[in-house]
């Protein structure tokens, strides 16, 4: 077989992502069709800015969900004949093509590209979501209440904030400090925030129904706490708190550090918006009329302020995960936590680079894929802040 | 005002030492220092000669103990071994008698590389030169075009103008320094682009050439333009729609002069603050740049500091980047009361 032209690149590109399209087309297809149905969401579809953002944030979810659909090649299979060659190479046995190149070990430069999506369409949003529940946790209280607890809450956060993110990252990451269990204890702070928070949700909302309420927080508990400690914990590591038969989440080792750290950099920023935001809210008449209608504390906070402050962090959500991705990127670019192999998109960036001069596309592949999933998160998150504004 | 410094420079020295100590801390755990022994001591020796090699070196005193002795504020800790007395303070041949009794960062000792073999305070001096002045060359050209483009996308808000130039304003915040030096090298540095600049700055440690430096400056100030760019149209659109820019128009004043005269000083004070919040994030890009261009700067050495091991470096690099965190947050506080005399301190 022949190599590939640019045209014929393209085109076979196209087609491997065909799953892809159709997922997109049907996800806008209905999207405009109800949109006048569909509140926030429905309005994004009224902006080019943000329309242009979802469909490139979808693609690459998509891409992430299909993965195994898409790849053409396996990600760790190394072809010895196809090292550094260009993209459109036919590989040697006569079956396909390197779309994209062959990488410094002779793998397909496409099949790992959209593997290392799943890495980072995993990670990403989840720990953004850690990360926000972490910061809301504490900043509403920091900013309802003031005082002694906002002071010591916000020197904790200008703490971590006042760390420069690599030198963290290489303090919490390094083996060294990994065998500590550091990471782990850590993780068992973190992530006990998403359970608090829920049942401190639930627990205001429906304090007057103290049936159905303890019902919920007794279901939060059990399965919240199972997941946690299953999160947490991992046979033959410093936590081990469940048997291995009914753990349920083997997350490896280096994955939660990685988690761990990204959120634990996260989490001061958006501890400071949400105080922020709650200075300003609990000022409202709204506040006033729920104070003196008796409601409790937890209650104002999360049902009456945290409502308001939606639009805010629903953009700084978007433009959060995009710099998550970011962070994720500079791990693997220094090599920390994920293991080399691993096809997430720093890690090959970092792989590719010593090459740049005689090969630069296991470079550029995975740089442009980054560069594009941020760029559609911010341009997302630009196209939600201009319909947000508008009512 | 003078009050307001003050609590301001407590609050700064309260966080350095936190986090000097926190460092301390993550440096000093047990694994980091078996790993220190076995690389100044042979691989091969065992648990127990370990241990007496880390106490035969100070590090076996308590963990505040040794944080003390190596900020200055507790004496150096001395042995006396065949009649030869050794200390953290007695240098090699000296008579401990002369020694001081304290040596800690507070006194001007940062302690002996691992690594590079030489004084930190020595190594950090040259390395943090280099990092200058690239800082510099990012800062003349990131601030200047980042302001230009800010202003003039701010200036007619919803224009072609604006709509390009917020766009390009987003994609370069959205590129990482390992993205966009990744992409750059591959077209200006390569045979397969035009090979227009080096690929490498190594050789811009001794003579800065226009070639050689370039590419480095370009990617760090493009991630910074961005953003600030951003910030100074937000800011720009908001003095634009303001009363005394619409008096001014209707008396007859030039675009060009109202924008120039009237609106440009007061659309500067939310950016100043930015720029000066973009110096640890420049540090982080610092970092990434130095170690993708192989230049032998500050953000190289804290990479290979923590790459290998080496405690007293590592302790040394992160004490001026948490200097110069706290030392920019200060100034950018004070500078917003300077420059906004609407913002009164209680």
């Keep these: ?391 | 005002m003078l009050r307001f410094l003050l609590r301001r420079l407590f609050t700064m020295a309260l966080t350095a030492l936190c986090l000097t100590f926190i460092v301390f801390f993550l440096t000093n755990l047990p694994p980091n220092l078996e790993k220190l022994a076995k690389s100044e001591a042979g691989s091969r020796i065992s648990d127990a000669e370990v241990r007496s090699w880390l106490d035969k070196n100070g590090h076996g005193s308590p963990l505040l103990v040794r944080y003390g002795e190596w900020l200055g504020v507790m004496p150096g800790w001395t042995r006396e071994e065949n009649g030869v007395t050794r200390g953290r303070c007695i240098a090699r041949g000296q008579d401990p008698a002369t020694a001081p009794t304290f040596c800690g960062v507070l006194e001007g000792n940062w302690g002996f590389s691992s690594v590079f073999k030489d004084d930190v305070g020595t190594i950090i001096g040259t390395r943090l030169g280099l990092t200058g002045i690239l800082m510099f060359w990012v800062m003349v050209l990131m601030v200047p075009a980042a302001l230009l483009i800010g202003v003039l996308a701010g200036m007619r808000e919803g224009s072609k103008l604006d709509r390009s130039l917020s766009t390009f304003s987003i994609a370069s915040t959205a590129t990482p320094e390992y993205v966009s030096g990744v992409i750059l090298i591959a077209v200006f540095a390569t045979s397969m682009g035009w090979k227009v600049f080096k690929g490498t700055a190594t050789s811009a440690m001794d003579s800065i050439t226009f070639e050689n430096f370039f590419l480095p400056v370009l990617t760090i100030a493009l991630y910074g333009i961005g953003y600030i760019a951003r910030m100074t149209r937000a800011s720009m659109t908001e003095v634009m729609t303001a009363q005394y820019i619409r008096t001014a128009r209707l008396k007859g004043v030039s675009f060009g002069n109202v924008v120039m005269k009237h609106a440009l000083r007061n659309a500067l004070i939310a950016p100043f603050t930015v720029i000066m919040l973009q110096f640890p994030w420049l540090l982080n890009g610092v970092v990434i740049v130095e170690t993708l261009f192989n230049y032998k700067g500050f953000g190289w050495t804290l990479v290979q500091a923590a790459g290998n091991n080496d405690i007293q470096l590592l302790l040394g690099c992160s004490v001026v980047a948490v200097v110069v965190v706290l030392t920019t947050q200060l100034i950018s506080d004070v500078g917003y009361v300077f420059l906004n005399p609407r913002i009164r301190i209680s």
């Design chain 1, 1 to 391: 077989m022949e190599e590939l032209g640019w045209g014929a690149m393209l085109l076979g590109l196209a087609k491997q992502f065909l799953p892809v399209w159709i997922a997109l087309v049907v996800t806008f297809a209905l999207s405009i069709r109800y949109k006048r149905r569909l509140g926030l969401y429905g309005k994004l579809f009224d902006s080019n800015i943000g329309m242009t953002g979802f469909a490139i944030v979808m693609f690459w979810v998509f891409s992430a969900l299909f993965a195994d659909l898409i790849v053409t090649h396996d990600t760790l299979s190394q072809i010895s004949q196809m090292k550094n060659k260009a993209p459109g190479t036919p590989t040697p046995d006569g079956l396909g093509w390197y779309l994209l190149g062959g990488d410094h070990l002779g793998r397909d430069v496409f099949s790992r590209m959209v593997a290392g999506s799943r890495v980072v369409i995993q990670i990403a949003p989840l720990a953004t979501l850690f990360a926000f529940m972490v910061g809301v946790t504490l900043g509403l209280p920091a900013g309802y209440y003031g005082g002694r607890l906002d002071t010591g809450l916000s020197f904790l956060a200008n703490l971590i904030l006042a760390f420069p993110v690599i030198l963290l990252f290489y303090l919490l990451v390094t083996p060294e400090i990994v065998k500590t269990g550091l990471p782990q204890y850590i993780a068992i702070v973190l992530f006990l925030f998403p359970i608090v928070f829920l049942m401190v949700l639930i627990n205001s909302r429906y304090y007057v129904k103290p049936n159905f309420r303890t019902k919920v927080l007794i279901a939060i508990a059990v399965i919240g706490g199972y997941l946690y400690l299953s999160l947490v914990g991992e046979v033959g590591s410093k936590v081990a708190v469940l048997p291995n038969a009914i753990d349920l989440i083997h997350m490896p080792g280096n994955i939660l550090i990685v988690f761990v750290s990204v959120v634990f950099v996260n989490s001061p920023t958006v501890f400071r918006i949400v105080r922020g935001i709650t200075l300003d809210i609990k000022t409202r008449d709204y506040v006033s009329a729920a104070q003196t209608r008796g409601e409790r504390p937890w209650y104002i906070m999360l049902w009456e302020i945290l409502p308001n402050a939606r639009g805010p962090l629903i953009v700084d959500f978007c433009l959060r995960i995009g710099y998550t991705t970011i962070l994720l990127g500079t791990l693997g670019f220094f090599g920390l936590g994920l293991s080399p192999e691993s096809p997430d998109w720093g890690s090959t960036i970092n792989a590719g680079r010593k090459l740049l001069t005689i090969a630069p596309h296991p470079a550029i592949v995975p740089a442009l894929a980054l560069m594009s999933l941020v760029l559609g998160l911010n341009l997302l998150a630009d196209g939600l802040r201009e319909e947000s504004l508008k009512d």
